[in-house]
């Protein structure tokens, strides 16, 4: 097992690291890719969220894992996911690979079976040309066909749809402004009656120099109270105070020392603003006592 301190080192440097590592045998991408080319019919709008994915433990922790199972297994398959991870941001926007390649392993100092993992989805090209003409009529766009699904993305992907048969196509997080991923989730939004699954992923609290590994103690006062106004500023569709959040949320430099693992849920939000979505909470709870497990989905 990790040290404390190789595993403090890896969660420190999970949003600055940006290296590829090879897997050990080649994904099946040819012949997934094959079929991904035509997009898959969807008749009904498909809900958006947004996934906490906490430590790249998760990907070997099925006490954890089982709870993003059990809530995509409550839903129906979607045609393809546009997933925003918090771990991939470049400006202007930018859409990545289409096809199936290497995973990111965007750590250090954890377990080798870690870096051993594949989830070759499919990629999505449908969804890419979708994108680019929904996109380049109102801003800057740009293509990074050779990055590959970081773990905020393939990490929660392993729990959520296991098989990995979903078309997978990632997104980069243009910007931490809310008003701005607000109105880009707004863009983003008509996709949904195509049946894509519009994610976003980071984790609603954030603070990696205040976890507590031994989880012998309590949740801080500082994540409780952060995690509940998000909570209930999502229930009562407070989009105003959402895009205000740094004003008027609670301990917010506590529970977001930085904030791009919480802005993807602007844009969530944002893609269900159109449709005026309700909100659930398929999992809760906290990781290490102070990172919030907290996923949403809308409608």
């Given at each position: 097992m990790a040290s404390r301190r190789k595993f403090l080192q890896g969660l420190g440097t999970l949003a600055l690291s940006t290296s590829i590592a090879c897997s050990k045998r080649k994904p099946s991408s040819e012949a997934m890719d094959e079929s991904a080319k035509e997009k898959p019919t969807q008749s009904e709008r498909f809900p958006c969220g947004f996934v906490g994915h906490g430590a790249p433990t998760l990907a070997t922790t099925p006490a954890k894992g089982q709870d993003l199972s059990r809530w995509t297994g409550a839903i129906q398959k979607p045609s393809a996911i546009l997933v925003v991870s918090a771990h991939w941001q470049k400006r202007p926007v930018s859409i990545g690979t289409t096809r199936t390649i290497p995973l990111i392993y965007d750590f250090y100092g954890f377990e080798k079976e870690l870096y051993e993992l594949q989830y070759p989805a499919p990629g999505a090209p449908f969804l890419a040309e979708s994108l680019k003409a929904r996109l380049s009529e109102r801003m800057p766009v740009e293509e990074e066909p050779e990055r590959g699904l970081d773990h905020g993305a393939w990490v929660p992907l392993l729990w959520m749809y296991p098989e990995a048969d979903v078309p997978v196509l990632p997104l980069?997080?243009?910007?931490?402004?809310?008003?701005?991923?607000?109105?880009?989730?707004?863009?983003?939004?008509?996709?949904?009656?195509?049946?894509?699954?519009?994610?976003?992923?980071?984790?609603?609290?954030?603070?990696?120099?205040?976890?507590?590994?031994?989880?012998?103690?309590?949740?801080?006062?500082?994540?409780?109270?952060?995690?509940?106004?998000?909570?209930?500023?999502?229930?009562?569709?407070?989009?105003?105070?959402?895009?205000?959040?740094?004003?008027?949320?609670?301990?917010?430099?506590?529970?977001?020392?930085?904030?791009?693992?919480?802005?993807?849920?602007?844009?969530?939000?944002?893609?269900?603003?159109?449709?005026?979505?309700?909100?659930?909470f398929p999992v809760q709870g906290f990781e290490f006592l102070s990172i919030s497990r907290r996923c949403v989905q809308f409608g």
């Amino acid at each position: 097992m990790a040290s404390r301190r190789k595993f403090l080192q890896g969660l420190g440097t999970l949003a600055l690291s940006t290296s590829i590592a090879c897997s050990k045998r080649k994904p099946s991408s040819e012949a997934m890719d094959e079929s991904a080319k035509e997009k898959p019919t969807q008749s009904e709008r498909f809900p958006c969220g947004f996934v906490g994915h906490g430590a790249p433990t998760l990907a070997t922790t099925p006490a954890k894992g089982q709870d993003l199972s059990r809530w995509t297994g409550a839903i129906q398959k979607p045609s393809a996911i546009l997933v925003v991870s918090a771990h991939w941001q470049k400006r202007p926007v930018s859409i990545g690979t289409t096809r199936t390649i290497p995973l990111i392993y965007d750590f250090y100092g954890f377990e080798k079976e870690l870096y051993e993992l594949q989830y070759p989805a499919p990629g999505a090209p449908f969804l890419a040309e979708s994108l680019k003409a929904r996109l380049s009529e109102r801003m800057p766009v740009e293509e990074e066909p050779e990055r590959g699904l970081d773990h905020g993305a393939w990490v929660p992907l392993l729990w959520m749809y296991p098989e990995a048969d979903v078309p997978v196509l990632p997104l980069s997080l243009p910007t931490q402004n809310p008003a701005e991923l607000f109105e880009l989730g707004r863009i983003l939004a008509p996709l949904r009656d195509e049946g894509v699954f519009i994610l976003g992923s980071g984790n609603l609290t954030h603070n990696l120099r205040r976890i507590d590994m031994a989880g012998s103690g309590t949740t801080p006062a500082w994540a409780a109270e952060f995690d509940e106004w998000i909570r209930q500023v999502l229930v009562s569709r407070d989009y105003d105070a959402l895009m205000d959040y740094e004003q008027k949320a609670p301990a917010v430099d506590l529970a977001h020392p930085s904030r791009e693992h919480f802005v993807p849920i602007i844009l969530a939000a944002g893609a269900a603003s159109v449709a005026g979505d309700g909100v659930g909470f398929p999992v809760q709870g906290f990781e290490f006592l102070s990172i919030s497990r907290r996923c949403v989905q809308f409608g």
